[in-house]
């Protein structure tokens, strides 16, 4: 999606990311570390929410810079 809006992960300034549970914080912590650009980590929020369905875990609303 980052590509197809014109940019990259690099380019991230603000990342609000909504779990079902606070229990799966841990978790995700791991796997958006592993994600996000070290160099460029963006601002962030992380709380919880009941989200669009019960199949849904995470909601995850991205700001990004365009790419010069």
């Not at 380019?11 to 978790?27: C, G, H, K, V, Y």
């Amino acid at each position: 999606m980052l590509a197809k809006a014109g940019t990259d992960k690099s380019r991230l300034l603000q990342a609000t990311i909504w779990l079902a549970s606070m229990d799966d914080f841990a978790e995700m912590n791991a796997v958006w570390d592993a994600w996000v650009d070290p160099e460029n980590a963006p601002a962030r929020a992380t709380g919880e929410s009941a989200l669009a369905t019960s199949e849904h875990k995470v909601e995850i609303i991205i700001v990004a810079a365009l790419n010069d």
